[in-house]
Structures are given as C-alpha cells and as structure tokens.
C-alpha cells in the first residue's frame, strides 16, 4: 500500500470528506479498476469509510476481462441505486480507458467501447428514475473523464500521457438543481466541490481545493437519500494509469 496514493497526496477522495462531516450520510463505492478500493498497486486510493462498497478486481489485461468487469460494476451500482439509499456514490467504468491502451483509441473498437459504456450509464440512470421515492428526491448526476487520449490505430501503454491538446481534453458532463448549460469551462477539480455543496456540506478554505461548485442552487439544510437523493456518477480513471 502506498500512503501517498491513498490519501493523494493529503488530498482525500470525496466520499471519506462526506462522511467526516456528516457520517449518517449513505455512502457508495463501485469499480472495477483495483487500487480505486481495494489494497492492490498502491491503493486504495478510495477509504474505507463508505457505507457500501463494491470493488472488484479485473484479472487480465483484456478487452473482454474489462467488459466483463464493467458489467458486474453496472448491475451491482443498479441493484443498490435501484433498493438503497444513497446520498452520495462514485461509479467508475474501465473499457473506454482500456480500450485505448489495448486496441487504440482511432478504432472501431474504441468507438464500440464508448457506445456501451454510454448504454450502461443509461442503465444507472433507469435505475435512479425507478425508485419508488424518486418523485420526491432531487438528483445530480456528474459524468466526467481526466484525460482525453492520443488518435492511435494501434495499441499503447502511453496513449495518454503527453501534453498534446487532445491528451489534456476532458470533459464533465452535469445535470441536477443548479446546474446551467452556460457553465464557462467545468474542470474535474469542480466535481468535489459540486457534490458536497449539492449535500449541504462545505469545502473549507484550509483544504486548499483548486475548484469550486459549478450548482447555483441554494444548498439544501440538510441532506438524506430520502429527502435529497443527491449522488454522482463517475466514469473513467480518477488519474493516469500505463
């Protein structure tokens, strides 16, 4: 386990931030990529603190094994989304980042990658709007990548760890109370902030946090699954990876 990985560095992932400051919060983990939750290659870099945590492990370095991972990953996040009661919750999906080190991100392949990958997203979604207390939650959803990735027809360990424009490209992706289409230049860095001032917690001055909340709503009171329903949706790696 590498200390510095798993506290990045001092700066804590979001879900052990929530339940510092609000520990009855509903808390959830879901991915496939090892060191996000488990003890593996330095991780996790994900606590230990969440309420609910799947974190899987791919065992091969394949397209099919990353597939594969991903689909335990969806329906595990569907079947909780679905009957739990989270307040907040990362989702992480591999096959597009893989796919690019694997088959090469100009490809056919890469294309197929990102159209199931958007499908299984519109599986969590499905899933949040068939909550029976659905009509009565307000949910934010955040889809968001850390990196673009070189246009190679041809498998790469390092499709993505250059300073070229399409390498540095990412986006975020969002929808819930506060949310505008005219958001000048959303970062990553934004997603932390965006999440815990949805919860009605707050980014203290002290932890020294690049961004800042991209909701103009007014922050809730008080937060529960049952009366706010907020959580978010994340999908790809959270850093570089060979």
Do not use: C
């Amino acid at each position: 386990m590498d200390a510095g990985q798993a506290t990045k560095n001092g700066y804590l992932d979001f879900l052990t931030r929530i339940e510092n400051q609000r520990a009855r919060l509903s808390t959830f983990l879901a991915s496939d990529w090892d060191n996000i939750g488990l003890g593996e290659n330095g991780g996790p870099i994900f606590g230990s603190a969440m309420d609910a945590n799947f974190a899987a492990r791919v065992p091969a370095e394949t397209i099919d094994a990353w597939n594969r991972g991903d689909v335990a990953v969806t329906d595990a996040s569907t079947r909780y989304l679905r009957r739990g009661d989270p307040d907040a919750g990362f989702v992480y999906l591999g096959l597009v980042d893989e796919t690019a080190h694997l088959a090469g991100s100009a490809t056919p392949t890469y294309a197929n990658s990102i159209a199931t990958t958007d499908a299984r997203i519109g599986k969590l979604l499905r899933a949040v709007r068939s909550r029976a207390s659905y009509p009565f939650e307000s949910w934010t959803i955040l889809v968001v990548t850390d990196h673009g990735q070189k246009p190679l027809s041809e498998p790469s360990v390092i499709s993505h760890f250059g300073q070229t424009e399409l390498e540095l490209t990412s986006f975020v992706i969002g929808a819930g109370p506060g949310l505008q289409a005219n958001v000048t230049k959303p970062k990553v860095v934004d997603i932390l902030p965006t999440v815990l001032h949805q919860l009605g917690l707050s980014t203290p001055r002290g932890w020294n946090i690049d961004g800042h909340s991209l909701s103009h709503a007014k922050p809730p009171s008080s937060a529960s699954a049952r009366a706010r329903g907020a959580a978010t949706v994340r999908v790809n790696e959270p850093r570089s990876r060979p």
